[in-house]
């Protein structure tokens, strides 16, 4: 089974700071890349799919990057509401593997 | 609204057996593949299960194979999963989430219910 890897586990930075998140696969998965934002308490939202597609009502500060084995989430400018414990999943075929996560804090 | 809502969860005893089910609003039911998605406490999302649109394809992660049962009512806008044999470490919050497509072709998961809380303890 392919395994989704995903750093740092853990991140802290101030608001406005420019936030990136790796996810690697272990097999190439093409584009079949999303990512989630989990705030704490609160259930997972989408906010990208097919890597870099962003969801619809999701604001335009994140983004996704990536292709085959080696993808990015980005938030250009923190702000205290992203707050979360973000994944990303493959979902090319099954099992359709979530990443550990990664828990995104504010200095 | 488009909506998903849980049930069933509970406190059962190693052994014993529980079924989870998801009731879907707001959407048309039976043109979506469905998902079961657990989160033990503290810990990370894992996926469970899918099932197509039409109940004909399902597939299982490796950790509940042989021992979960996902199925479909579409007749009733419903999910559900059958879990047998349960174990300390299916002690979980049991989400249901909607594919964005029919679940043939796998895709992201763009709508998730609240989640029903599964403990497995004697």
Redesign the interface.
């Known amino acids: 089974?392919i395994q989704m890897t995903q750093s740092p586990s853990s991140l802290s930075a101030s608001v406005g700071d420019r936030v990136t998140i790796t996810c690697r696969a272990s097999q190439g998965i093409s584009n079949?890349l999303?990512w989630?934002q989990?705030k704490p308490g609160k259930?997972?939202?989408?906010l990208i799919?097919?890597a870099s597609t962003l969801?619809s009502g999701v604001p335009s500060r994140f983004s996704g990057s990536g292709s085959g084995t080696d993808f990015t989430l980005t938030i250009s400018s923190l702000q205290p509401e992203d707050v979360a414990?973000y994944?990303c999943?493959k979902?090319?075929?099954?099992?359709?593997?979530?990443?550990?996560?990664t828990r995104l804090e504010i200095k | 609204q488009v909506q998903l809502v849980e049930s069933g969860g509970g406190v059962v005893q190693p052994g014993r057996s529980l079924r989870l089910s998801c009731a879907a609003s707001g959407f048309t039911f039976s043109r979506y593949g469905m998902?079961w998605?657990r989160q033990a406490p503290g810990k990370?999302?894992?996926?469970v299960a899918?099932i197509s649109y039409d109940g004909s394809n399902k597939?299982?992660?490796?950790s509940v194979k042989g021992r979960f049962t996902i199925s479909r009512d579409n007749s009733k806008n419903s999910l559900y999963v059958q879990m047998n044999s349960l174990r300390p470490e299916d002690t979980a919050v049991y989400?249901c989430?909607r594919d964005?497509g029919n679940g043939w072709d796998?895709?992201?998961?763009?709508i998730?219910?609240?989640?029903t809380m599964v403990t497995v303890s004697s």
């Open positions: 089974d079949y999303a989630y989990q259930v997972p939202k989408l799919y097919a969801q414990t994944y999943q979902y090319n075929s099954a099992p359709l593997t979530f990443g550990q996560g | 998902h998605v990370g999302l894992e996926w899918i597939y299982y992660a490796d989400y989430a964005r796998h895709d992201a998961f763009d998730w219910g609240q989640g």
